[in-house]
């Protein structure tokens, strides 16, 4: 059974400071893994997907990696904002879809 | 478009109470799933469909129904709510299965008392 976990439960960090997030997975056989962004009381919004072929995709500031074979991502955010404060959740896609429980950012200005 | 939309928004049910919480999406998705999240934890996915008229488990399908009758619409049916029914419900779609990008509706909080 696929498990996924991140590491930390919670961050805070001040405004200009780049950071990773981290996610790790038991089962490397996966389709792809998927970044989103949750905010209170929203749902969610996909940040990045990687497909398991892939090594790392970017969007703007965001930089995720996978590494399939020590089931391994980071989510790393360059110069955050305040604006970055969330609830960022992985999932991993295999037979069916597993998220991580998450980790809640704070950017402090 | 829409994306993916849900009713209702928020719904109190007493224990027994069935009720069906809808989900929409208008562009034409073949794979469509629900989700509950409570506090702690990550999303468990209740049950999904790779199209009309194909629905399969998830990883916590008990006192939950689903069909799929249309692309459009994935209703999930509560037959006799009980309090550990209580959490935040999402539906997702997406075009496939295995390579394509999930989108989320805004969520359904239900409160079972």
């Known amino acids: 059974k696929q498990e996924v976990t991140q590491i930390p439960a919670a961050l805070s960090v001040p405004e200009g400071e780049n950071l990773v997030l981290n996610c790790s997975f038991t089962d490397s056989a996966i389709y792809n893994l998927q970044w989103f962004r949750q905010d209170p009381g929203k749902g969610l919004t996909s940040l990045l997907l990687i497909q398991s072929s892939q090594r790392e995709q970017t969007s703007g500031r965001l930089n995720a990696s996978l590494d399939k074979s020590s089931g391994r991502s980071t989510l790393y955010i360059a110069a955050s904002q305040p604006g970055d404060s969330a609830t960022y959740l992985c999932a991993v896609r295999g037979n069916d879809m597993r998220f991580g429980a998450g980790t809640r950012l704070t950017v402090k200005p | ?113």
Not at chain 2, 16 to 24: D, E, N, P, V
Not at chain 2, 53 to 72: A, C, F, K, L, M
Not at chain 2, 76 to 98: I, N
Request: aromatic share 10%.
């Open chain 2, 1 to 113: 478009n829409a994306g993916v939309t849900q009713t209702p928004k928020f719904q109190v049910l007493k224990t027994g109470q069935s009720m069906t919480l809808q989900c929409a999406q208008d562009m034409n998705h073949e794979y469509m799933s629900w989700y509950r999240q409570d506090p702690g934890m990550g999303l468990r996915l209740i049950h999904y469909s790779v199209g009309a008229g194909i629905t399969d488990q998830g990883e916590v399908p008990n006192g939950y129904n689903v069909s799929r009758s249309t692309t459009e619409d994935f209703p999930l049916r509560l037959l006799s709510a009980a309090p550990s029914q209580t959490s935040v419900y999402f539906c997702a779609s997406s075009p496939g299965l295995a390579q394509e990008t999930q989108y989320f509706g805004p969520g359904t909080r239900l409160l079972v008392l």
